[in-house]
């Protein structure tokens, strides 16, 4: 059950988005993509889903239900989630369906289902347990030269060859299984069967199959689980007895266990699969990024090439629980909030407000009460943080502009190449320069990684302000501190961690990055340059969200520690 609360939660954020209530939405999410008549479509779909669970979700889980009861719901259930519109019902045709239709009317039926009470926690198990011992045949296929069969239906038949698989010990025959209630004699003293009789059985079926058709294969697993396995002593047996005779018999399997071979073996040597090298139409390559997948580009264009061309996101699991990702989007909107909300002056009480401001941001983690419970607590103390660290940083700034957005136009060949930014908060300072933050809830690029242009973003915004590219803000403004603000609610809750440019300037490291980004702007405006995968990976062992379309771990299999 509880499939109703996660329904009504589905209609609640669908509300939201139909009255345009969700404007916190990153522009890069699939939600925000979402067209009216596709938010009216997924509002239907929820209505008709939860009308489809509505016989189960009514049933009170706290106490136990009769059998019959649970059933009758399970099935109206399932024929509300397959009625095809047209009033068949899909879940119960063909043979599995008309299976599954009799397992219901079974339980329907029986007399002493009706007063067996179960619990609603249970019925799951107690129906797989029903179904279990139910064999789907599939329907004959007329002219079919193959059959797969059990050991009685193939006694039914003759036909020309007969195979019998799996001769193994412990497989045909099974391994005699130990009661762990009734002893030997106790189940003889109760007439029962003794473990053994099923080991006779199959010999008798063994015997059977083996002189039923004119040709016979005898095959057995090297390997069961994984494990080395003997071979059946029904096999042993006939070695013995056979003599000289069972070479021949070996000797004749030998040319099938040749042609089985000659399928997995290679026409020539082994070759590496080649790394992906999509070279896309210019007029389809993107004219405008982000200052934040400047890195990717960098690092894995790829990731480029299938977000932005081939128009690819990934979608969250079904029922994801909250992780990193939603702790750094209601800890970044709420320290936006505040910094935005207050750019001129710090309020009276400024750690209620920003607590305050905070419920708001983290009210979409109160489906899930132990994620807030356990992140609320760490943003508490990076809100006492970050109020000392506001009164330390406006003492020194003469103003700040929080959540501010940016660009800046680089020219190509045919047209501009557009770099976007939104800057978490810009200060100018009292000697007239700027310093530019950037909050992280994990873990912030090394200063070497910045210096090197591995992780541009922080430079790039640089870059914007001192081409003018930030709203209000001068053009050719110069650069006194570029740092990372690290925000964990750990000890410490916050950290400012400034940026190293050893001999560099800050400017210069601005500028630099401008260029480097000019240059590979100008190479992707080529058709012939490529979109590479991990052409500089930050990780050995990474698998990245668009890893699995490049086929990596086909291509990177083998590769020197030098790629």
């Known amino acids: 059950m509880g499939l109703g609360h996660a329904l009504s939660t589905v209609c609640r954020e669908l509300a939201k988005l139909q009255a345009g209530e969700e404007s916190s939405i990153h522009a890069a999410d699939p939600r925000a993509r979402l067209r009216p008549h596709e938010l009216e479509a997924a509002t239907a779909l929820v209505a008709r889903l939860a009308a489809a669970l509505g016989p189960l979700e009514k049933l009170d889980p706290r106490k136990p239900h009769p059998l019959t009861t649970l059933a009758d719901a399970h099935r109206r259930v399932v024929e509300g989630l397959s009625d095809d519109g047209s009033g068949g019902i899909e879940a119960f045709a063909g043979p599995d369906g008309g299976a599954l239709a009799d397992t219901f009317e079974s339980l329907l039926d029986e007399e002493a289902a009706q007063a067996f009470p179960v619990a609603t ?8 347990t029903a179904v279990a011992d139910r064999v789907v045949r599939p ?6 030269r193959l059959h797969i069969l059990g050991l009685l239906e193939a006694r039914l038949v003759t036909v020309d060859r007969m195979v019998l698989g799996g001769l193994a010990e412990g497989v045909w025959p099974p391994a005699a299984t130990s009661d762990p209630w009734l002893s030997r004699g106790m189940r003889h003293s109760l007439g029962l069967d003794l473990p053994e009789r099923r080991i006779g059985l199959s010999a008798h079926d063994f015997a059977q199959l083996a002189g039923s058709a004119p040709e016979v294969v005898m095959t057995r697993p090297g390997k069961v689980g994984g ?3 003997a071979a059946s002593r029904f096999l ?10 069972w070479t021949d018999v070996l000797t004749r399997g030998r040319t099938y266990l040749d042609l089985a071979r000659k399928l997995d073996r290679p026409d020539g040597p082994p070759r590496r699969v080649a790394r992906p090298e999509p070279k896309p139409p210019r007029d389809v390559r993107p004219t405008s990024l982000s200052v934040t997948e400047i890195e990717h580009w960098l690092r894995d264009p790829y990731t480029i090439y299938a977000k932005h061309i081939l128009k690819l996101s990934p979608l969250d699991p079904v029922d994801l629980p909250p992780g990193a990702k939603d702790r750094g989007i209601a800890i970044h909107a709420a320290i936006g909030t505040f ?3 207050y750019a001129e002056a710090l309020p009276d009480e400024p750690l209620a407000e920003l607590l305050a401001i ?8 109160d489906d899930t009460p132990e994620a807030r419970a356990f992140w609320w607590p760490r943003f508490e103390e990076i809100a ?4 000392r660290f506001e009164r330390e940083r406006r003492a020194a700034a003469t103003g700040l502009k929080a959540e501010i957005r940016g660009e800046l136009d680089i020219p190509l060949r045919e047209g501009a190449f557009r770099l976007r930014a939104r800057a978490d908060r810009i200060e100018r300072l009292a000697d007239g320069t700027f310093a530019i933050l950037d909050f992280k809830t994990g873990a912030p690029p090394s200063s070497k990684q910045v210096r090197l242009g591995l992780s541009p973003q922080l430079t790039l915004e640089g870059a914007i302000l001192r081409g003018g590219g930030f709203k209000d803000l001068p053009a050719g403004g110069s650069l006194s501190e570029v740092a990372h603000v690290r925000l964990t609610g750990g000890d410490p809750a916050g950290e400012c961690c400034a940026v190293d440019f050893e001999t560099q300037t800050a400017d210069a490291a601005a500028d630099h990055a401008l260029q480097k980004l000019t240059e590979l702007v100008t190479r992707f405006d080529d058709e012939a340059m490529p979109y590479r995968s991990l052409v500089l990976s930050m990780w050995k062992t990474r698998y990245g969200t668009y890893d699995d379309l490049a086929r990596v771990k086909e291509w990177s299999a083998g590769e020197g520690s030098g790629e």
């Open 236 to 245: 042993q047996r006939l070695a013995a007895v056979a003599g000289p005779a």
């Open 121 to 128: 926690e249970d019925y799951a198990e107690l129906f797989r």
């Open 339 to 341: 910094s935005e909300r």
């Open 227 to 229: 494990a080395p396995v």
């Open 139 to 144: 329907p004959a296929v007329p002219g079919a």
């Open 358 to 365: 905070g419920r708001k941001a983290f009210a979409a983690l």
């Open 384 to 387: 006492r943080w970050f109020v």
